[in-house]
């Protein structure tokens, strides 16, 4: 899990998804520590945040790039 987590914090990062990369940075630390009784409601955090930056990205007009 901690794996999976640097990696997304990373790719969250160089994409521009700051709450992404936060979200997965404290993941990763949850994970470290072993706290998986929490790790649970992060992931469903990151989830929710992947939702609004997915939207984010359908809203916006390429038309003009």
Same mark, same amino acid.
């Given at each position: =899990? %901690?794996?999976?987590a640097n990696a997304l914090k990373g790719s969250s990062a160089n994409?521009?998804?700051?709450? =992404? %990369?936060?979200d997965a940075r404290e993941l990763e630390?949850?994970?470290?520590?072993?706290?998986?009784?929490?790790?649970?409601?992060m992931i469903d955090r990151l989830e929710n945040h992947w939702h609004?930056?997915?939207n984010h990205l359908k809203d916006m007009d390429w038309s003009d790039v």
């Open positions: =899990l %901690s794996m999976s994409i521009g998804a700051e709450q =992404l %990369s936060q630390k949850i994970s470290d520590i072993g706290d998986f009784d929490n790790a649970a409601g609004q930056f997915e």
